[in-house]
């Protein structure tokens, strides 16, 4: 063997890391399912490198900008780290828009380097955690002013079965049932991105509304992330 060859580099190339990363995954299907592996694996494969390169070409825009040092951030373990866990959840999500505040969550962190550690995996967890409507969901209670015209629809009268957000956000966001917006803020409040407090909110030129909940800072925290 060749004395240039390191079985053991102390740094392993990125693109060997992801390509070791999404084959471990696929590798989780049992041998001889030959029909299953044959759904699954070209699908990913295809995603990862798309969402890969589209990484790749924000950072390369963001290097040439000036607003981040490549060299700088490739000495940083914890930006490695972070980088292969979104790759990792990005492996298992098929939604456009998740893939997307993945993506986002990088590059945000690429260009936050000196956020705490420890936040950024809480929050990353979190997004592990969130579909889109979840985000939808904090989105709106961070602004809701930006949802004025749909607020003024909804009724004031109190809800049945503690439904209060449910009933909001299903008319909010024009789709899905109460009972099913309910359970994506019961989601968002136990990961404390959200409380159920009340703020008033100008619906139309002649008066306010209640908005039930609020946007934590945490999760505030998160939507900056996951925004470009």
């Not at 699954?40 to 798309?50: A, G, H, I, L, Y």
């Amino acid at each position: 063997m060749s004395k240039d060859v390191d079985v053991y580099p102390a740094l392993e190339p990125e693109e060997d890391k992801v390509y070791r990363l999404v084959e471990a995954i696929i590798s989780l299907i049992p041998t001889g399912q030959a029909i299953l592996h044959s759904v699954v694996s070209p699908p990913v494969q295809k995603r990862m490198e798309s969402w890969i390169a589209s990484v790749e070409e924000r950072l390369s825009e963001l290097t040439g900008n000036g607003e981040i040092d490549i060299n700088q951030l490739v000495t940083k373990q914890e930006f490695s780290a972070l980088a292969l866990r979104s790759i990792q959840v990005a492996a298992i999500t098929s939604q456009n828009d998740k893939l997307t505040y993945l993506k986002n969550f990088i590059i945000n962190v690429a260009r936050n380097s000196d956020i705490d550690e420890d936040e950024l995996y809480v929050l990353l967890n979190i997004l592990n955690e969130f579909t889109p409507s979840h985000i939808k969901v904090l989105h709106f209670y961070a602004n809701p002013e930006l949802y004025s015209s749909k607020i003024s629809n909804v009724p004031t009268n109190a809800p049945p079965n503690n439904l209060a957000q449910g009933r909001e956000l299903s008319i909010v966001f024009d789709r899905g049932d109460a009972e099913y917006w309910q359970n994506i803020f019961l989601t968002v409040s136990a990961r404390n991105v959200v409380t159920n407090h009340t703020s008033s909110v100008r619906a139309n030129m002649l008066q306010d509304r209640v908005v039930s909940g609020a946007a934590t800072r945490l999760g505030l925290k998160l939507l900056t992330m996951v925004s470009e």
